[in-house]
């Protein structure tokens, strides 16, 4: 990310360059067969032009016909030995980014050194180059000399030798840094001119051509505080990210971009909770609203801290209307619709809503308790499906009513008991069937009378009074027959998927001859290729287990197994 920042151009791109360790010089003269400069722009000297040797002769005093240099000064000064800088980027949090880098053959103390972070870069491969360059710039006058000369071909980038000093170490090579050119003709103003003649001088700066020269870069813009922004993406889309959970914004006073998928870098966006895959994610959706801070005010490190409505994207609810309410509401994603978890605090009417669009899944992993002072009212518009795996108890203290619209099927694997206090009274419209593997036994204290067609026989303390138009003992007959039950094992419920959150079939299924009502003769079959046995399957398509398989060899109407 890269912003240029109330800075002029020129400031934008020497920052720029400074940071990369590259200067610029201007090389006068004919370039493309026109009278202009070239701007150059390099990082290193190796290709800096040559200029004539110079002599240098302190003693003209300036006054001299010939070209040389009538004033070099040198000097050494005390600067960091080392550069420490760190740097931190979430892609790898734990990593330090630290980088050193010493200078060598220092004539002071070794340990003198400057430290800074950010270092701004977010990875070694420019790390370590960012360091060197910061080094060579904080050094680049540590030795320095300066000097005055009447040679106009004098130019910043250029390297000249200097000859005829008095210290013959300073007869050597030099790297041109800074020139000021002063010119005097007063000639030019005719009557006002005077009789000074023509005169010309400069003054310069330079180091040994042997040492790097870097400019160090003093301008760094500083965002004032947060500003805002628009959230941007794709036409079309509703919510842009990747796989950071960062967005895309555009700022009130771009006048370049367009609210798109490039309008800048991504951001990454402040969430009330970060941790390892737990926490808080609520990703600002394209148009919203976000307000959008600044790391150490460093205009190339945005960060979205916040959130707020305006004029277009409103609260959920009307305020002050509703001002007691605290609402998470979300919005179906290119669809119409919503999920919302809403507190209401105002006095009597405290409330705690849940709406759920589609499917509301919950998970417990260990207890659930639920205390309910009052009513409890549950509304289900279509099937209800629910497995206790161990047991099961309901106490009502008061009445129980149960309605069933169409048929109602129990099957208990153990002992079935009931236990009535007063009367037990039931009524069947069409048969009421009884049927035990061994015995039934019918108990009455008083009275005991079966009825029927007409006849009865009835048990109590006076005896055993039968009625009927004809009596019958071993004179031939036979029993009634009940059309036997046909009990039909309950469908399990899905199973929770948390991820999703979505629902699948449990695996534990019940005995497919009893699937939705079918009786074992409804069962559906694959046809094994090559075999004429019958394999029972799960009608949507489960494996079954334990003593859900029926094998029927043979053809149609075989024997069965």
């Known amino acids: ?16 360059a400074a940071e990369e360790g590259w200067h610029y010089r201007y090389q006068h ?3 493309d067969g026109e009278e202009q400069p070239a701007l150059i722009l390099a990082d290193h000297h190796g290709d800096a032009p040559k200029l004539d040797p110079v002599t240098c002769n302190t003693k003209a005093g300036g006054s001299t016909k010939q070209a040389c240099v009538f004033q070099f000064a040198y000097e050494e000064r005390v600067k960091a030995a080392s550069v420490a800088m760190k740097d931190y980027t979430f892609k790898n949090p734990a990593y330090a980014l630290m980088h050193e880098q010493s200078a060598g053959g220092v004539n002071h103390r070794e340990d003198y050194q400057h430290y800074d972070y950010p270092g701004r870069y977010k990875a070694d491969a420019s790390g370590q180059p960012f360091t060197q360059n910061k080094l060579d710039a904080l050094r680049n006058d540590a030795a320095m000399a300066n000097g005055k000369s009447n040679r106009p071909d004098f130019t910043p ?5 200097l000859q ?15 020139i000021t050119h002063t010119g005097n003709q007063p000639q030019a103003l005719e009557e006002e001119g005077g009789s000074e003649p023509t005169s010309y001088h400069n003054t310069f700066s330079a180091i040994p051509a042997d040492k790097t020269w870097r400019p160090l870069c003093n301008h760094k813009p500083v965002m004032d505080g947060p500003q805002m922004a628009l959230v941007t993406g794709p036409e079309g889309e509703e919510i842009h990210c990747d796989q950071y959970g960062r967005v895309k914004v555009r700022f009130p006073w771009d006048r370049y971009s367009k609210n798109d998928e490039h309008s800048s870098a991504w951001l990454r966006v402040a969430q009330g909770w970060a941790g390892g895959q737990y926490g808080f994610m609520a990703l600002p959706r394209i148009g919203h609203e976000v307000i959008v801070s600044f790391l150490d005010g460093d205009p190339d490190q945005p960060i979205i801290t916040g959130r707020t409505y305006h004029a277009t994207n409103t609260p959920p609810y009307a305020l002050p209307e509703h001002k007691t309410r605290t609402t998470l509401k979300t919005k179906t994603h290119k669809g119409e619709g919503s999920n919302e978890l809403r507190f209401e605090d105002e006095a009597g009417e405290e409330q705690i809503y849940v709406h759920a669009q589609k499917d509301l899944d919950l998970l417990t992993e260990n207890n659930r308790t639920e205390v309910i002072r009052n009513d409890s009212h549950l509304t289900v518009e279509n099937h209800q499906f629910s497995h206790i795996k161990a047991a099961d108890h309901c106490t009502t203290d008061g009445e129980n009513r149960l309605s069933v619209g169409a048929d109602c099927s ?25 049927k035990a593997g061994a015995k039934v036994v019918l ?3 008083a009275e005991l009378t079966i009825s029927g067609g007409g006849s009865f026989i009835k048990l109590d303390p006076s005896g ?9 003992i071993n004179s031939g007959g036979s029993p009634g027959s009940g059309s036997g039950q046909n009990t039909v094992a309950p469908e399990l419920p899905a199973v929770l998927d948390r991820d999703r959150a979505a629902m699948q079939r449990s695996p534990e299924l019940g005995m497919v001859s009893q699937r939705k009502g079918a009786s074992p003769d409804q069962t559906e079959f694959e046809q094994l290729p090559g075999s004429d046995r019958k394999l029972i399957i799960d009608v949507i398509g ?20």
């Open 1 to 16: 990310y890269c912003v240029q920042h109330r800075e002029t151009d020129l400031q934008f791109l020497e920052r720029l």
């Open 464 to 472: 055993v009074t039968l009625s009927g138009p004809g009596i019958k």
């Open 443 to 445: 108990d009455a204290g």
């Open 410 to 434: 129990q099957t208990v694997g153990g002992t079935y008991h009931q236990k009535t206090a007063r009367t037990m009274a039931s009524e069947a419209g069409t048969e009421v069937h009884h």
């Open 29 to 31: 003269g004919s370039v």
């Open 164 to 178: 005829d000093h008095d210290s013959q170490t300073l007869n050597r090579e030099w790297l041109l840094t800074a």
């Open 542 to 561: 489960g494996h079954l287990e334990r003593d859900s398989v029926e094998a029927v060899k043979g053809s149609e109407g075989g024997e069965s197994v």
């Open 157 to 161: 980038g250029a390297k000249v030798e």
